[in-house]
């Protein structure tokens, strides 16, 4: 029994388009097509990045949340290496790129029988231990008012990563990536000015954020990538079920886009009438639940807590506010 729904759940004809079959994508004379298989190895990776995220939390984010400010840091410079700067020098200082961002047209040409670039692979391999990270973590922090809707954001983001993987729609699959990511770095560039009280830093950055979201997530995702996998696509190739599932999750994908941007939109609406950000840019109002700093006020007013115990107490509940999921 659990052979026949092996077999049913890998028909070709779900994954691939009329006329290929997996045979087509075996790897032959050197060059390598994605597998489902591959993905194995985001387990022991996932593990892997939960045990790097709080050690360093613990190890290097606590002392840190226990100063009471932010200074400079000390830079320090690379070391030189001849042998890497010889090679720039001589090779190319300007390495090609794909041109699957200014022409995502071209990100079908050749589909199905697409190589497979080790670049691309390990992209892949980190972004889904990332997310299997966050998922089987996220109870376990603060949780906040969207937090049903980061639940659903992950298993989208898994299954999407999953599916385009084992299809081959690794190229599709970059853009969706790159134009999610990009505004990452503001937010997390928020929320630390946030808990470090740089007020001017901080508003400047959410305004920077807001900015690059709503142009990654919500004008050049569907003309790059929703126009790409609907009309470009149905130009060359016939339809097939993963065709309908790819576009059905990307749908779900820019749904919660249009949800996080009202978010950040009620937000800068705040900046604007109250002169400062003041929590979490995505998921600003937290659940009605005993916070850390609820705690702080209620012991503060009955004289029972110490100022070492209050700072500790900070640092862990500004520990808990780290950047959970994307």
């Given at each position: 029994m659990l052979n026949t729904l092996y077999k049913s759940f890998w028909k070709a004809e779900y994954w691939l388009p009329p006329g290929y079959t997996w045979a087509?994508?075996?790897?032959?004379?050197?060059?390598?097509?994605?597998?489902?298989?591959?993905?194995?190895?985001?387990?022991?990776?996932?593990?892997?990045l939960i045990i790097i995220r709080y050690g360093i939390e613990r190890i290097i984010g606590l002392p840190l949340s226990r100063a009471l400010g932010v200074h400079d840091p000390v830079r320090i410079k690379a070391t030189p290496n001849h042998i890497l700067?010889?090679?720039?020098?001589?090779?190319?200082?300007?390495?090609?790129?794909?041109?699957?961002?200014?022409?995502?047209?071209?990100?079908?040409?050749?589909?199905?029988?697409?190589?497979?670039?080790?670049?691309?692979?390990?992209?892949?391999?980190?972004?889904?231990?990332?997310?299997?990270?966050?998922?089987?973590?996220?109870?376990?922090?603060?949780?906040?008012?969207?937090?049903?809707?980061?639940?659903?954001?992950h298993f989208v983001t898994i299954t999407l990563i999953s599916f385009s993987y084992s299809a081959n729609f690794v190229r599709i699959g970059a853009l969706v990536l790159l134009l999610h990511d990009v505004s990452d770095i503001f937010m997390e560039a928020c929320k630390m000015l946030i808990y470090a009280q740089w007020s001017q830093a901080r508003d400047m950055m959410f305004i920077l954020f807001a900015l690059v979201f709503f142009i990654s997530r919500l004008i050049l995702f569907?003309?790059?990538v929703l126009y790409t996998t609907s009309y470009a696509f149905l130009?060359?190739?016939?339809?097939?079920?993963?065709?309908?599932?790819?576009?059905?999750?990307?749908?779900?994908?820019?749904?919660?886009?249009?949800?996080?941007?009202?978010?950040?939109?009620?937000?800068f609406y705040k900046l604007l009438s109250e002169g400062q950000v003041k929590n979490d840019v995505r998921s600003d109002i937290e659940e009605e639940e005993s916070s850390d700093e609820q705690l702080i006020v209620t012991e503060g007013r009955n004289g029972r807590l110490q100022s070492n115990d209050t700072r500790n107490i900070r640092a862990r509940g500004s520990l808990k506010n780290w950047p959970v999921s994307h």
């Open positions: 087509d994508l075996e790897d032959s004379d050197g060059i390598t097509y994605p597998h489902p298989r591959d993905l194995l190895a985001a387990i022991p990776l996932t593990f892997v700067e010889s090679f720039f020098q001589t090779q190319n200082k300007n390495p090609k790129k794909k041109p699957w961002f200014g022409q995502p047209e071209t990100v079908w040409n050749g589909y199905p029988k697409q190589p497979l670039q080790p670049s691309i692979y390990w992209w892949y391999l980190w972004e889904l231990s990332f997310y299997f990270s966050l998922l089987l973590t996220l109870t376990f922090d603060v949780k906040r008012k969207d937090f049903k809707e980061q639940v659903l954001h569907p003309i790059k130009t060359n190739y016939q339809v097939f079920f993963g065709y309908y599932l790819a576009n059905a999750l990307l749908m779900v994908l820019q749904g919660l886009n249009a949800f996080w941007f009202f978010l950040i939109l009620r937000m």
